[in-house]
C-alpha cells in the first residue's frame, strides 16, 4: 500500500513539474536592470504617455509598458480597461475610437493617449518589456498580430509578457523567437478580480506556463506561491519582480535580480 501512495505521490509531482516548467533557457539576462514601470512618471507626468517615455529615455533606462487595442483596432498604450481612473470617464477604451480618445486628457494634463508606434519613436532603441492587455472574451490572435507589426522593425531589444497564458502561447507557436514572458502574482482576496477560484489557483501557481512555455517570469515583488517556489527551485529561470517601489527596495532588490520593473515613489 506503501509502495502505491508513493508511487502516486511521485506521478502527481512529476505532472506538477511538467506544468509548471518554462521554456528552456535561452537568455541570462534581460540587456538592462532598470525598467520604469509604465514609463518614469510622477505627480506632474503620468503613467504610460509620450512624457513619461522620453524622461525614460533621457535617463537611459528600460521600459515596461501595456498595450490594447481601440474600437477601430489600433494599438494604444494604456494600463486599464476604462478611462475612469486617468480620465474620469466610466467608458472602455475598446469602445472608442483613437480618434475619439484623444478628446480626452490623462490626469488633468495636456497628456493623450498614445500609439504604440510614436511610443517606440521616442524610446528610439531603448529596451522595451510589452505588457499585452486582451479582453478575456476574444481570441488573441488579431491583438498579437497588430503588435507583431508594431514591433517589427524596432531596432532595440523588445519583448512581450502578458497575464494571458494564450498570449504568451501565441507568441510560442507563431513568433518563437521573440522572448516572452509569463506575469502572474497571488490571485487572492482584492486581488481575485474576479477570477473563477480553480484559474486564480492556476495561474497563482503558474501551472499555466503548459500552455505559455515563457522565457522568463514576472510576478509580483514580495508574493510568493507554492508553484512560483518550485519553479525557481527547479528550473531556475530568469525571473523579473514587478514593481519595485521607491530608493530603499530599488536598491534591495537590484542586489539580487538582474533586472527589476521600478517605480521612483
Not at 215 to 229: E, L, R, T, V, W
Amino acid at each position: 500500500m506503501i509502495i502505491y501512495i508513493i508511487a502516486f505521490l511521485a506521478a502527481v509531482f512529476m505532472i506538477v513539474l511538467y506544468l509548471i516548467k518554462p521554456n528552456k533557457r535561452r537568455i541570462d539576462k534581460l540587456p538592462v536592470q532598470l525598467f520604469a514601470h509604465r514609463g518614469l512618471h510622477g505627480d506632474a507626468v503620468p503613467e504610460n504617455t509620450l512624457a513619461a517615455f522620453r524622461n525614460a529615455y533621457e535617463r537611459k533606462l528600460g521600459v515596461e509598458l501595456d498595450v490594447r487595442f481601440t474600437k477601430d483596432k489600433r494599438v494604444v498604450v494604456f494600463h486599464d480597461d476604462t478611462l475612469k481612473r486617468l480620465c474620469g470617464k466610466d467608458i472602455k477604451v475598446n469602445e472608442l475610437t483613437y480618434g475619439e480618445l484623444q478628446s480626452y486628457n490623462i490626469a488633468g494634463t495636456g497628456e493623450k493617449i498614445p500609439l504604440l508606434s510614436d511610443v517606440l519613436k521616442v524610446l528610439n532603441g531603448m529596451p522595451v518589456i510589452c505588457e499585452i492587455k486582451s479582453n478575456p472574451k476574444e481570441p488573441v490572435e488579431e491583438l498579437c498580430t497588430a503588435v507583431v507589426n508594431e514591433i517589427e522593425g524596432y531596432k532595440g531589444f523588445i519583448c512581450i509578457e502578458s497575464f494571458n497564458p494564450f498570449v504568451v502561447k501565441w507568441f510560442r507557436k507563431n513568433r518563437p523567437e521573440i522572448i516572452r514572458g509569463q506575469l502572474s502574482m497571488r490571485f487572492c482576496g482584492e486581488n481575485r478580480n474576479n477570477l473563477p477560484f480553480m484559474q486564480a489557483f492556476l495561474m497563482t501557481n503558474l501551472f499555466v506556463n503548459v500552455f505559455s512555455r515563457p522565457d522568463f517570469i514576472a510576478y509580483c515583488y514580495k508574493q510568493d506561491s507554492f508553484g512560483y517556489a518550485l519553479c525557481r527551485s527547479i528550473f531556475r529561470p530568469l525571473c523579473v519582480p514587478w514593481t519595485i517601489r521607491g530608493e530603499k527596495e530599488i536598491n534591495e532588490s537590484a542586489a539580487v535580480y538582474s533586472s527589476i520593473i521600478f517605480e521612483e515613489k
